[in-house]
C-alpha cells in the first residue's frame, strides 16, 4: 500500500510552507470579499459604482480606531458602535448628497452623474480626514489581538485574519437572509430587478436606495473592524481596497453577494501563493490579467447573473 506523507514530508519538500500561505491567503481574501460585499449591494440596488466605497471604509477604519483607543474596549466589541454609525452614515450620505441626482434624471436608468458625485465624496473624505488627522500611519497600541498566531505543527496561522473570515461568512449569510426573507429585503430586491414596477406597488424606491446605500456602508464598516486589529489606519488607506474591490466585483459578478465572497479569496490566493513562485510584481500583473479576461470573457462575472437576487 503506498505510504501517506507526514508532516516531515511535506517540511522538507516546502508544501508546508505552500499549505499555510494557502490558509493565510483565503483568510484574507475573504476580508477583501466582505470590504468589496458593500459595493456590489450598492451596486445591485442602485444601478451605479461607488468610487467613494473605499474612503467609507477608511471612515469605518477611523471610527473603530478612536473607539477603541478612547474607550479601551476590546477591538471587536467596537462593532457594535461601528456598525449603526456607518449604517446612518450611508443612510443620510445617500438621502441628502445622492438622492436629488436620481431623482433630477429619474428616467435614466444608470445615471452617470451618481458616479461623478460617489468620486467627489471619495476626494473630499480622503482630504477632510488628511486635514483633521494628518498623514500619520495609525494602529492600536494596546492590542490583545495584534502578531497572535494559531500555530498548527509548523504552520502558523494569523488569529486576527480567521476572525475576519468568520466575519466574512457571517455577513454574507446575513445580507443574503435579509434580502431573501425580510419584508423590507423583498423590497429592496423588487426595486432593484424594476424601480418603476415597485413604485406602482408601493414601494417607496428613495427610501430603498437610502436603506441599501446604508447596509453597504454598514457592511464596509464591518470590514474595517476586521482590518483594525492588524493593518495600518491613514487617509488614504481605503484607496489600496477600493481598487482590490473594483477587481473583486467583477471576477465575482455585479450584485453577487457570494461572487464577491469568492472572488476576494481568489485575489487573497494569488496575493499569498504567488511569491512562491515568482516577484510581487508578477503576482499584481495576474491579478489585473485575469480581471481583464474575466471582463472580456465573461463581463458579467463568474457568479454574476443579470439579476443576481
Known sequence: MPRIPN?????????IYLIEDTINGILMGSIYGLTAMGLTIIFGVLKVINFAHGSLLM??????????????????????FVVPVMFLFGYYLQDIVIKPIFKAEKNVREPITVIIVTTGIWYVLDNLTLLIFG??????????????????????????KLYGFIAALVTAFGVYWFFQKTKLGRGIRATSLDREAASLMGINQYKVYNVAFGIGTATAGIAAVTLVPFYNIFPTVGVLFDIKGFIIVVLGGLG???????????????????PQFMTATWTEAIVYGLFLLVLFIKPSGLFGVKYDW
Open 135 to 160: 498623514p500619520q500611519y495609525r494602529n492600536l497600541m494596546d492590542n490583545p489581538l495584534r502578531g497572535k498566531m494559531i500555530e498548527l505543527g509548523d504552520m502558523f496561522i494569523s488569529v486576527p
Open 59 to 80: 471612515v469605518g477604519m477611523y471610527v473603530a480606531y478612536w473607539v477603541v483607543a478612547l474607550t479601551g474596549l476590546h477591538p471587536y466589541l467596537s462593532l457594535f
Open 256 to 274: 453577487s453577494i457570494g461572487g464577491a465572497l469568492i472572488g476576494g479569496m481568489i485575489i487573497g490566493l494569488i496575493e499569498s501563493v504567488g
Open 7 to 15: 508532516i516531515r514530508f511535506f517540511k522538507e519538500t516546502g508544501m
